[in-house]
């Protein structure tokens, strides 16, 4: 991304991301429902694993950039020329697990290796609609001016194997972490987790089963799956819907999950956010502060839920939190 940031101008096919949100499992189920509930008063509708996790609509979000007339991506698809702006060897992947192999990508930054400074390796965690084929180039670009990058496709999404649930996205931060020498350059290369959305969630499993990890970021996460559950219903729902989680999804808490940790964490807030509002970043913010995290917040003020990536301000909002880690 580089200066060129200062003067961009993209054009980002949104139009196909909000298609996708209202093909999703979940909503696309309610209409029916909203039918059976309009005859009655008391109408609960309990949000199971499968309308969270969505593979099938990974395909139908699609991504379009251009900075200063060049073509960065067209149809989720890079231009092979940016990788060059970074000496970047790209490699396609797979770890072993006990529900068949898990696929991920990893773009190794040479520019960043100099004075025999070994450049952090970042780990991706994704959206619920996030798969490695579709959107692991835009995720790598968008973490590769910092260091190492690493993408993966959860289980049953991509080209991994396995069905997508919380119990086996956990079996698979876990056998990341067996794996995690085979893919540092070397045991001291400093691991930071970035996690998005949804992914929010998996990358705190994943710096538990680490166990060692140098920092995470937070990009429109929620602290908890239950603070989140107001806002996993459209708005025409609402008045007719009472929801719950189905136990597996209340499971899905960071700050009980890294309460036994003391990390350094940057969360990124967009503040025109409506799938996660910002006030559940802020309730992010002050939960883990409060746990006794050393949280640094940036707000994006004219960021939406899928363009802190491509906004000009996130390099150097997050080269400035790397750089003071190094001063810890």
């Known amino acids: ?84 702006d970074y000496g970047a060897q790209l490699s396609n992947n797979t770890i072993d697990s006990p529900i068949g192999k898990i696929s991920y990508k990893l773009a190794r930054n040479q520019k960043l290796t100099t004075n025999n400074e070994t450049p952090p390796l970042i780990i991706h965690c994704g959206g619920n609609s996030f798969d490695v084929p579709n959107h692991g180039d835009l995720a790598i670009w968008k973490i590769l001016p910092h260091g190492d990058a690493l993408v993966w496709d959860y289980p049953g999404y991509g080209l991994s194997e396995g069905e997508a649930s919380v119990d086996n996205i956990r079996i698979a931060t876990k056998s990341f972490a067996e794996n995690i020498s085979q893919i540092q350059r070397d045991p001291s290369q400093d691991i930071i987790l970035w996690g998005y959305s949804l992914g929010g969630f998996v990358c705190p499993q994943l710096a538990v089963d680490l166990k060692e990890v140098k920092a995470l970021i937070f990009e429109n996460a929620a602290p908890s799956a239950i603070a989140a559950k107001p806002f996993l219903l459209p708005w025409f729902a609402k008045p007719f819907l009472r929801t719950r989680l189905s136990p597996i999804l209340e499971s899905f808490n960071t700050i009980e999950v890294l309460q036994n940790q003391k990390l350094y964490i940057l969360i990124l807030a967009a503040r025109k956010d409506r799938v996660l509002p910002i006030t559940l970043s802020e309730l992010l913010r002050d939960q883990l502060s409060a746990s006794g995290h050393y949280i640094t917040y940036h707000e994006f003020p004219n960021a939406n839920h899928f363009s802190i990536g491509i906004d000009e301000n996130l390099e150097k909002t997050v080269s400035g939190f790397l750089k003071s880690l190094t001063v810890q």
């Open 1 to 84: 991304m580089n200066t060129q940031l200062l003067n961009i101008t993209f054009k980002a096919s949104l139009q196909a991301i909000n298609k996708s949100i209202k093909r999703s499992p979940l909503k696309s189920r309610l209409s029916l429902f909203l039918l059976f509930c309009l005859m009655n008063t008391a109408c609960v509708r309990t949000i199971t694993e499968r309308d969270i996790f969505s593979p099938e609509d990974a395909p139908n979000t699609t991504i379009s950039i251009t900075i200063e007339d060049r073509e960065i991506f067209t149809d989720n698809k890079a231009n092979p020329t940016i990788w060059a």
